[in-house]
Every structure is written in C-alpha cells, then in structure tokens.
C-alpha cells in the first residue's frame, strides 16, 4: 500500500516545533536545564531606539542590567524607560520590521522529510521519546533531525499577505529547491486543495487554480466564493506532489486566515490636529457591525523618509459613520528629532468576535448574562479590508510638540511599587 508523507505547516516544521514542545514543556526531559534565549538588548532597542533619552539608560545599559537577571532595580529602569511613552504611542525603528510590514509573512525554505516518523506531531514526539530513553542528549536528538533533513528537498511559499480579506484572492507561489537550493525541475502538482477552519470542522473547500510559474516555481491562486461563515479563519493551503527523488506522493501544507467579512471598513478620510503637544489624525470608519475595535497606524516623517511612531487605538464603534483617533506621542518626536511634514501608512483594524454585544464590556450590569453566554466556537477575529490608504500632514516645527513623558496614575502606581521593590533588594 502506497504511502503518503504528510508534511504539516511545512515539512519539518512540525517536526521541529514537536521536538521544542516537548523539551520546552519539560525543560528537564532530556536532561539539562536549557539556557534563557531572550535577548534585552534587542528588546530594549526595539523599544526604544539605540540612543535612549536623557536621563534613562541606553539599551547597552539595560542591556548589561538585564544580563544579571530580572532584579528589582532591572525592573524598575526597563519599566522607567518603556513608560516615557503611553502603551498606545510608541517609537518605531527601521529594526521593527514586524511593525513596518503587518501584512507580511516571513516563511524559511523547510526539507521534505520521507521518514514516517515525522508525518505527524504525535510520531515525531514518540520518535524523540525513544530516543530519550536511548540516552540520547537533547543536542544530538536536534543533530540526529538536522542530519536526516540535510540532504532532503526544500520547498518554500511566498505570500503577499498573511489574511486574505473581503473580495480578496489568495495567490500563493510555492517553490522547490534541492538541498543545495538550486530550482528542482521536474515537480508534478497532482492538485490544490483549500481546508476550512477547525472551527467549522476542517472541511474541504474546493480546489485551487494552479500552474508553473518558472523553474521549480508554481503559483495558487483561490478567492473565497461567499462571505459565508465556512470561508472564515485558518484556512489551509493542502498541495499533493511528486517530487523527483521521493518515491512517494507528498503533501505540502501552507496556512493563512481568511476574513471575508468585513465588520468596517477605512473611508479614506483624515483630519490632523494638535493637542497637549500631541499629534492627532483622525481616521474615518464605516462600521457595518458592532464591535470592539483594534485600530492601528504607522507614521512617517516625510523629510527623513523614517519611521516615527506605530499608535494604536482600541475603542467600540457601532454601526454607521465614526471617527477614530491615533495619537502620535509629542515626546517620540523630540527623541527622533523630527519635524516636517510626516505620513501615516498601513492602516489596519481588527474586530474582536464576541458571543455578546461590545457594548457590555465594563459594564458591571451584564457580567452574570456575559458569564452565562456559551462560547461561540468561532475564529476569534474579522479584519478589516486591506487599505494602502495614507495622509500626509502639514509641516510642523519640533516645538510645537511636548518634550512630557507620559504620566498616569497607573503608572505613578506602578513605578512607586518597583522603586520600593528596588530600594528594599539592596
């Protein structure tokens, strides 16, 4: 009986990710301890920028901070930094590039594995389970995968845009390489497969156009035929292939969400204004359901050609016109040095889907019907159309915005707390 290699969100993918599961959710499985990965000063510069501002440690400091674990006084100078700017208005560097590009999605060439031990999660993790009790080290298990994907196919897809949205077509390019990542000539596509979200119960969707694209290249393409709720979600991308040098039939799996709803859409129309040395733009929304908003905006300064600010807005707009405002910190542009007239780009919103009316958030009247209300077993957002609309402001000098940290009593509260935490350490 033929067999078929599953390869689940690409190849290795689930291989590799069955593995951390299983070390991570026991960092003592294999036998060691495993090593703290994060990196504060990458962090730190994200946040901040490389400079930092007068009077607060530059990221190398917290940084070297950082390195001697998460103290009081490290908690109390990260936290001090990353408060002289509201949660909601922050700086935006080049290094951000998560920011800079919302839409995109990133996928790495992953090998076609053949073995059946890494068809699914379940084998994978019974495969390094075995290998534990073998004796074998967390590192040489991780060797041990590396040296069977070393000489395996690679396959890769490009993606403009990890969602889809309403009245929108997936176009998807899936590329084959051989393990040195020359084009591998010769692939079949056998058919295309669109899967629904678990949510609805993963049903088939119907096929997918394809055709070559180049050497090794094949375009998808799919548009969801309705706004129906089946269409909504994780949706899968299921290809069947023969591939020269495996012998048998493989299936190459990509993901991406669909929303082909959509609960507002951007109208295209801005005004600016200044307020507490802050700059203001007012977004127009033609909301088409209630919900509770996440509405979010990059700007740039026009002169430089550099990113200033991501600001974000969470509000709940009903039905009808509204207006929703991004505020662009007065202090972020003082830090930049920037003036001049600047842009807000890649506008994006999201709804949050509730099985009750937005409108009873933090209302304390609704909290036992909230409680009451069973799950809805759906996609848990819908976003909103993909818009490249931008505004350009007017030209504005660097005084006319405040050099303020931002304050609150929420924040007032929380830095009091870890001073005293820091203070009483030493």
């Known amino acids: ?237 299921k290809v069947r292939a023969r591939i020269p040098g495996l012998q048998d039939e493989a299936q190459i799996i990509e993901s991406f969400f669909s929303s082909p709803t959509a609960p507002a859409r951007f109208t295209g129309q801005f005004s600016e204004r200044l307020e507490n040395g802050s700059l203001l733009i007012d977004v127009g929304v033609d909301v088409a359901r209630e919900c509770s908003y996440q509405i979010h905006g990059n700007l740039y300064s026009l002169d430089d050609n550099e990113p200033t600010h991501w600001a974000a807005a969470e509000v709940i707009l009903k039905p009808g016109a509204q207006v929703v405002t991004l505020t662009f910190f007065g202090k972020v542009f003082h830090d930049g040095g920037y003036e001049g007239r600047f842009e807000l780009r890649d506008l994006r919103g999201t709804c949050e889907n509730i099985p009750f009316p937005a409108s009873w958030i933090g209302d304390p009247s609704k909290v036992r019907q909230i409680e009451q209300i069973p799950p809805n077993n759906e996609p848990v957002v819908l976003f909103m159309p993909y818009t490249n609309a931008k505004f350009a402001t007017r030209s504005y000098r660097l005084d006319e915005f405040s050099k303020d940290e931002w304050s609150s009593p929420d924040k007032d509260r929380r830095l009091q707390q870890l001073r005293a935490d820091a203070d009483s350490s030493l």
């Open 1 to 237: 009986m033929k067999k078929q290699y599953w390869i689940i969100l690409g190849a290795v993918a689930a291989a590799l990710l069955a593995i951390i599961f299983y070390i991570s959710s026991d960092p003592g499985a294999l036998g060691g301890g495993g090593g703290d990965d994060n990196d504060p000063g990458g962090l730190e510069r994200r946040l901040f920028g490389e400079e930092g501002s007068e009077g607060f440690m530059s990221p190398s400091e917290l940084e070297d901070l950082m390195s001697e674990g998460p103290t009081p006084k490290a908690l109390y100078e990260a936290y001090r930094s990353y408060a002289q700017y509201p949660p909601n208005s922050r700086p935006l560097t080049r290094e951000m590039s998560d920011m800079l590009e919302p839409w995109s999605i990133q996928n790495q060439p992953l090998p076609v594995m053949t073995d059946p031990q890494f068809r699914t999660e379940a084998a994978m993790r019974e495969w390094a389970q075995k290998l534990e009790a073998q004796g074998k080290s967390r590192e040489e298990i991780l060797a041990e995968l590396e040296r069977r994907a070393k000489n395996a196919p690679r396959y890769k897809f490009d993606l403009p845009r990890h969602t889809i949205t309403e009245n929108e077509t997936l176009t998807a390019f899936l590329n084959v390489t051989d393990a040195g990542g020359s084009p591998l000539a010769g692939v079949t596509i056998l058919g295309a497969e669109i899967i629904g979200d678990v949510n609805f119960g993963s049903r088939g969707l119907g096929s997918a156009e394809y055709k070559e694209a180049g050497a090794g290249r094949y375009q998808f393409n799919w548009k969801p035929p309705s706004a129906d709720k089946q269409y909504w979600g994780t949706l899968t991308l």
